[in-house]
């Protein structure tokens, strides 16, 4: 683990102050609320799983330093907690009773509850993390189902971190392999931060960049370690979640690290693949087969000149705002989900003449834009084999996704978020349907 690395991403974030990660680091946690928090009474906020795992533990540390606390408040481990509003709700009803600061011990989901619930109790609050499973321990903002599908509310990230790597060693292996896919995405990722950089939609910050982008091979060099239990391996991947969350606090934005691989995820996740699921499927897995697909669309895309688009044929079959309107209410039809999709998609809408824009300067940027994308990307193959590595899924069979539902995805993703990815860069240019028909045609990277 490189200590430099998290301070230097400390520095830029918004909300956290403290990261301690290492072998035995619950020891430290009376320390680490003291200098966060002071005085204030705490409250572990738990799940019957996560409770006997880290929340006892953490429970033993501040009584035994003389710390004020009251009764954890305690979710059922059994069915699996999902991040569903309601819970937050039911916490914000526990936390109405005192001032106590929360500690969230445990992994994606119960720290995702107990950051949207301290927010609306004008609080802030500290995690002792249960597993290395995904990105968003020290992110902003929280994934919660509402109002029929999922999305990202507003809220900071924890002030503290603790991450024991005793207690994430001894986490489900699934939950380890799917924080590793969530890292991973990192790659496809930049790739979207560059196209979006390089048409002047998003500009690249190289601060935040760099705290992702540059350590990212070395994190993810390890799958078959890290399934095996290797020490080192864990070090890594811990450090580029923890860092990750850092960045996009950094940022303001998710932009650092959740491109269309996310999108695919995403899409999946507000139609509820895999949620009902004994464990449901998780976020990292649907973003690592998100990753594959998006690598092998780029695949298709810098196997074509895009400087040479014809930008009158383009532009003359555009859609009207009125026509994109009844397109995507065709697309999305799940309540909820339907009237997201329509206004992240008017918010990144562009008329003919300003895409006339765009795709001139695609056509002037392409060169340069091209030989970045192929120092970003790798292919396609190689994700799906670390990702295998890893004990991940690699194909749609594996998650349960038939394959026409797959392939819709390429269409049906983009609407939902207005981040630009490659899957606007195709459909912008009159590329996508042909790029998608490559994928799947006899010979093609999914037949």
Request: proline fraction near 4%; charge should be negative; charged fraction near 25%.
């Amino acid at each position: 683990m490189n200590e430099d690395r998290i301070q230097t991403a400390l520095r830029d974030a918004n909300d956290t102050d403290t990261v301690v990660i290492g072998a035995g680091a619950t020891d430290s946690v009376a320390e680490v609320f003291a200098k966060a928090f002071g005085d204030r009474a705490a409250i572990v906020v738990a799940d019957g799983t996560t409770f006997q795992v880290a929340g006892k533990k953490v429970q033993e540390r501040l009584e035994n330093a003389g710390q004020r606390l009251h009764q954890a408040h305690l979710f059922p481990g059994k069915p699996v907690l999902h991040a569903d509003y309601e819970h937050v709700q039911t916490l914000i009803a526990a936390l109405g009773q005192h001032d106590a600061i929360p500690i969230a011990v445990g992994s994606g989901t119960l720290n995702d509850i107990v950051k949207r619930a301290a927010y609306e109790c004008d609080r802030h609050y500290m995690n002792v993390s249960t597993a290395a499973s995904v990105d968003g321990y020290t992110a902003f903002g929280a994934s919660i189902n509402k109002d029929g599908y999922k999305q990202t509310m507003t809220c900071p990230a924890p002030r503290a971190v603790i991450a024991d790597l005793d207690i994430l060693a001894k986490a489900p292996q699934d939950m380890t392999a799917s924080g590793y896919a969530d890292l991973l995405g990192k790659v496809t990722a930049g790739a979207d931060w560059i196209i979006s950089d390089e048409l002047d939609v998003e500009p690249i910050d190289t601060k935040v960049w760099s705290l992702v982008q540059d350590p990212l091979r070395e994190w993810t060099a390890k799958p078959a370690e890290l399934h095996a239990g290797d020490e080192e391996a864990m070090h890594y991947l811990i450090e580029g979640l923890i860092i990750s969350g850092l960045a996009m606090q950094a940022h303001s934005s998710s932009r650092p690290a959740s491109g269309a691989e996310h999108l695919f995820s995403h899409l999946w996740e507000m139609e509820g693949l895999g949620y009902d699921d004994d464990p449901p499927l998780s976020h990292g897995f649907k973003v690592g087969l998100g990753s594959i697909s998006v690598a092998a669309l780029y695949e298709r895309v810098l196997a074509r000149d895009l400087s040479t688009v014809d930008i009158d044929t383009v532009c003359a079959a555009w859609p009207s705002w009125d026509e994109m309107e009844r397109r995507v209410r065709a697309t999305h039809t799940t309540p909820g989900l339907d009237e997201a999709a329509v206004a992240e998609t008017r918010e990144k809408y562009l008329d003919a003449d300003a895409l006339r824009e765009r795709l001139r300067l695609l056509a002037e940027r392409w060169p340069r834009m091209r030989k970045r994308l192929e120092q970003q990307l790798m292919p396609a193959d190689q994700l799906r084999e670390l990702l295998r590595q890893a004990a991940c899924p690699t194909s749609p069979a594996e998650i349960e996704l038939d394959m026409q539902r797959f392939r819709d995805t390429y269409y049906r993703a983009q609407m939902i978020r207005r981040r630009f990815t490659v899957l606007d860069l195709t459909y912008q240019t009159g590329i996508l349907d042909e790029c998608v028909e490559e994928l799947f045609a006899p010979g093609g990277f999914w037949a």
